[in-house]
Nanobody
Framework: QVQLVESGGGLVQPGGSLRLSCAAS????????IAWFRQAPGKEREGVSC????????VYADSVKGRFTISRDNDKNSVYLQMNNLKPEDTAVYYC?????????????????????WGQGTQVTVSS
């Protein structure tokens, strides 16, 4: 059974940092492109970042470019999202997701409709 589990969320002040982790079980994550999404109350789910399985190609939403970094550690079967210089508008539930194994990150960012397996989410709150 494919399972993704996010961790690392929490409460942080503006300008602070958090590192989210996405751990996979039941499958080898290195075979899959992985993306991070977020959803704030009353808003649609937004694609934040994507990293391909083949060449490590990465894509970021304009709102997080230069502040967030996605990476993967295939030996640990995990993907990470390093978030720096956090802003109140980054407050959301963050999800990692896996698509069909043949999926490649779009330059326009990940589309939630292309992703089949989702974690339960981790809350990130940026507030003073």
């Amino acid at each position: 059974q494919v399972q993704l589990v996010e961790s690392g969320g929490g409460l942080v002040q503006p300008g602070g940092s958090l590192r989210l982790s996405c751990a996979a079980s039941g499958f080898s994550l290195k075979r899959y492109t992985i993306a991070w999404f977020r959803q704030a109350p009353g808003k649609e789910r937004e694609g934040v970042s994507c990293i391909t399985q083949s060449d490590g190609y990465t894509v970021y939403a304009d709102s997080v470019k230069g502040r967030f970094t996605i990476s993967r550690d295939n030996d640990k079967n995990s993907v990470y999202l390093q978030m720096n210089n956090l802003k109140p508008e980054d407050t959301a539930v963050y999800y990692c997701a896996a698509p069909d194994p043949m999926y490649y990150c779009s330059e326009y960012g990940p589309d939630a409709r292309d992703f089949d397996s989702w974690g339960q989410g981790t809350q990130v709150t940026v507030s003073s």
